[in-house]
């Protein structure tokens, strides 16, 4: 079954207005459920946690159930593995300083000039304050993956950690993380994994992937501005928390320090049901494959929503390639193979002839076309491909609510930028 791209965008109420959001990169548009969600948390359970009385019982409950909604979504084995927090940032931040306890002087740790600087930063500033050495995996510049050799290099120095992208916010690469998580393993590697980029556009499965850590902010893929973070338990439990003393020693409360944001969870919770919903509507063709895999109950539909959403983006990014292709005067960044689809998300990174990118983002809003210029955090890519110093790239990104028509108009304007 198709996607009826009408009824999915009657489920974001933001998309109501005349204008096309190819930021999606960025931020996506919140859907309805998880607006429904937020809302009635702030009108009938808006108290903190563990209270005896009514509200405070009723906002554990969806508290609990959000935990529960997010092990399914990453297709963990409890919710004690998972961790809210702020967003990606600062939940990576805050285990930072937890995961490198125990690294001491001369220890190796192994981060990639291809990822957003959220899961750079934090190891690096952890490494050196430890006297710990860094070693930096290059990508190839002339189609944007990940020089696995490199990895390999680094990883025969058996480090004690890696911290890797799923999916390129820049240039929409998708590492091969089963194959590269089984490296590291094999070298007695822990693995962090950043799935911000990927999580609207596949399915995430960390059992599958075997990943250490995982984690992805739910305004990436149709909720509120949080964070979510899956831990293997034994990890979890071993790792010492920084927290204040009265906060509880179990999991998963003895990382999500503070009172949090018990809205945005509820928010959360509804961005899962609407992947949910999706899979109930559109997804049954792939129902039986995956039932195969062993997926039941919401499981099995989060990943039929998946698996049906990736089929039509995989059109739209092959529109949207194409589309970049043949304005006159663009440099298109990353994978430019058609037949090479599966390697990336449907997020691009380009510049046209000696216009600055946020020239042509001015350009593109006033036609009420939304993208993104600049270096979006990842530096590195930026730095790497000797655009930091020029105002970097112009980032469009595709999700499953943007239409053909959205892309062709995309193109039109574009052709006329490019001819100034």
């Known amino acids: 079954m198709t996607l009826d791209l009408a009824t999915i965008r009657s489920q974001f109420p933001a998309l109501n207005r005349p204008a096309t959001f190819f930021d999606n990169p960025g931020g ?19 108290a903190n946690h563990q209270g005896v009385f009514a509200t405070s019982i009723a906002s554990d409950v969806i508290l609990h159930e959000a935990h529960s909604a997010m092990a399914d979504f990453y ?23 937890s995961i490198s306890l125990d690294w001491n002087p001369g220890d190796e740790i192994v981060v990639t000039r291809l990822d957003h600087d959220a899961n750079v930063s934090p190891w690096v500033l952890a490494a050196t304050d430890r006297g710990c050495k860094i070693h930096w995996v290059d990508f190839d510049v002339e189609d944007g ?12 120095r058996k480090p004690r950690f890696l911290a890797i992208g799923y999916a390129s ?5 998708i590492n091969p993380l089963e194959k590269i998580i089984e490296m590291a393993h094999a070298a007695g590697t822990l693995v962090y994994v950043d799935a911000v980029q ?48 009265p906060a509880s020693n179990q999991l998963p409360y003895k990382f999500e320090t503070g009172t949090q944001n018990h809205e945005g969870i509820a928010g959360v919770l509804g961005a899962v049901e609407y992947f949910e919903w999706l899979g109930k509507e559109f997804g049954s063709e792939y129902a039986a494959g995956l039932m195969e895999q062993g997926y039941t109950g919401r499981r099995l539909e989060l990943k039929k929503a998946m698996a049906a959403l990736h089929t039509y983006e995989t059109d739209l990014g092959r529109s949207l390639l194409s589309a970049l292709n043949s304005v006159p005067g663009l440099t298109l960044y990353g994978l430019n193979d058609p037949n090479k689809l599966e390697q990336r998300v449907a997020t691009f990174a380009f510049r046209i002839k000696d216009m600055s990118p946020q020239q042509v983002a001015e350009k593109l809003s006033e036609n009420g076309i939304y993208v993104w210029n600049g270096n979006y955090y990842a530096i590195g890519v930026t730095e790497r491909l000797n655009v930091e110093d020029k105002g970097g790239m112009v980032r469009v990104g595709a999700v499953h609510y943007n239409t053909i028509e959205e892309v062709q108009r995309f193109q039109e304007v574009l052709i006329k930028i490019s001819k100034g």
């Open 28 to 46: 996506t548009q919140i859907a309805k459920q998880s607006l429904e969600r937020i809302s009635n948390y702030l009108v009938e359970c808006n």
């Open 145 to 156: 993956t990940l020089k696995l050799d490199d990895l390999q290099k680094a990883l025969e």
């Open 75 to 97: 297709n963990a084995p409890n919710a004690d593995d998972i961790i809210f927090g702020a967003n990606m940032t600062t939940l990576t931040l805050h285990f930072s300083r």
């Open 198 to 245: 990927y999580a609207a556009h596949g399915p995430i499965d960390v059992q599958k992937l075997d990943c250490d850590f995982l984690v992805s902010s739910s305004y990436k893929w149709f909720g509120p501005h949080a964070g979510i973070l899956y831990g293997k338990t034994q990890l979890l439990e071993q790792l010492f928390a920084y927290k204040v003393r």
């Open 169 to 173: 916010n820049a240039l929409g690469t």
